[in-house]
């Protein structure tokens, strides 16, 4: 049984729906066509700051910040039910200041930030003002293992030094992007897991150099984008150190539980839009003489794919569920078994409706082909598949072979 949500959750949900029907879905080809017919795609739209402000004074804004100090003071819960709705849309997430990598970013900041970065850092972004970016995965190792990490970040004197070659950092392209979150070493002979240290890195630093803008399956993603970036000799100064030396892992997982939440609450909303069009579609045309919709073949695919959206939805609220109750790292395993499952269902759903779309499907003249790219790229950021796999495998058997104990013991 779902639990339910609080009067204040339910209100924001309803004017979330209503604001996404009467100005985001309308405006998504008015943005498409302004940031194509601007001198470069490295410019913003200027519907997107128009959204912005609506949204901003509907008080749709940082609904994703659990603090009501910063953000709407929703549960993990709560904002998976929103979540979900502004997943329906490539635009929304930023319309209403919910946007990767700025959400997980500003969460890190509110909870491990000084008073001095929230203020130079944290502030702007609640408002909308600057982007940002999260440096973590590196070209040269297999960052699935993210102690692999061989960036440098060394003390000298009142600085530290930041040697790093960092790739898929998103939002780096993005003109409005002003401090990085780089995670790299900071004593490589500590505990395995004490080694890593996260620190800001102002973007207008000497020695930040971004190298080369990184497209995903064609898409350009602009004007936020994707980008290699190296950090060559950057100097920050030691106040810039989040948490503390060897606390990198640490916030990590702080700021992996909730994001996870977001990134397959938002694959389920394009689920669901693209079962939507599915049916859309299949009612309004014809093959071999009779509608394709009275078909059995495409009554069995909405089926399917209603069931696997249910699914999905149930584990993902249950993990968040679990997360507001006992904390991420007590829902590690729930939160490793939707990582896999909602874009998997995703991609199934997005997947037939892209059949019964023919080569409109594979187009841009419907928004199905670029979903369907986000979710399968939704399967390698924040661990590939075969990583959570092998966890949830681990503490599978780790759970079931602790019951033999205990029952064992009990039975002496």
Not at 91 to 115: H, Q, S
Not at 309 to 323: D, F, G, P, S, V
Request: proline fraction near 5%; charge should be negative.
């Amino acid at each position: 049984m779902l639990k339910e949500l609080s009067e204040r959750a339910v209100k924001l949900k309803e004017e979330l729906v209503d604001f996404m029907e009467a100005y985001v879905y309308p405006n998504e080809k008015v943005y498409t066509e302004q940031l194509s017919n601007q001198e470069n795609r490295w410019q913003i739209p200027p519907i997107m700051e128009e959204l912005k402000s609506k949204a901003k004074n509907k008080g749709l804004w940082n609904l994703f910040l659990p603090d009501e100090q910063y953000g709407a003071g929703l549960s993990n819960y709560e904002y998976a039910h929103l979540c979900e709705i502004m997943g329906r849309s490539l635009i929304a997430p930023e319309v209403f200041n919910c946007n990767a990598p700025d959400t997980g970013n500003m969460e890190v900041l509110v909870k491990y930030g000084t008073e001095e970065q929230k203020k130079q850092w944290l502030e702007p972004l609640l408002a909308g003002e600057i982007r940002s970016v999260f440096s973590m995965t590196e070209p040269a190792v297999a960052s699935s293992d993210a102690t692999n990490i061989q960036s440098s970040i060394v003390r000298d004197g009142d600085e530290y030094v930041i040697n790093a070659r960092k790739w898929w950092s998103t939002g780096a392209m993005d003109p409005r992007c002003k401090i990085a979150i780089v995670m790299g070493k900071t004593d490589p002979n500590a505990e395995r897991h004490k080694q890593q240290s996260m620190i800001l890195v102002p973007f207008d630093t000497p020695g930040v150099e971004v190298k080369r803008h990184l497209p995903v399956f064609g898409y350009d993603h602009a004007p936020n984008g994707h980008a290699e970036i190296h950090y060559n000799n950057v100097r920050v100064p030691a106040s810039n150190i989040l948490l503390g030396e060897g606390r990198g892992f640490e916030i990590a997982q702080g700021r992996l539980g909730p994001g996870r939440i977001h990134h397959c609450m938002r694959a389920i909303g394009a689920a669901e839009r693209a079962l939507e069009l599915l049916i859309t579609r299949a009612n309004s045309r014809e093959a071999f003489h009779s509608k394709l919709i009275d078909k059995d073949v495409i009554r069995a695919q909405i089926a399917e794919s209603r069931i696997e959206i249910e699914q999905a939805r149930l584990l993902t609220l249950h993990a968040a569920n679990k997360i507001d109750q006992e904390g991420a790292k007590a829902a590690r395993k729930e939160i490793a078994m939707i990582k896999i499952a909602a874009p998997r269902v995703a991609l199934n759903v997005l997947d037939r409706a892209i059949e019964v779309y023919g080569g409109a499907g594979v187009s841009d003249d419907f928004p199905l082909a670029e979903h369907w790219a986000n979710a399968r790229t939704l399967r390698i950021v924040d661990g590939p598949d075969q990583v959570h796999l092998r966890d949830i495998g681990k503490l599978e058997v780790r759970e079931q072979l602790l019951k033999e104990t205990e029952t064992e013991l009990v039975g002496r």
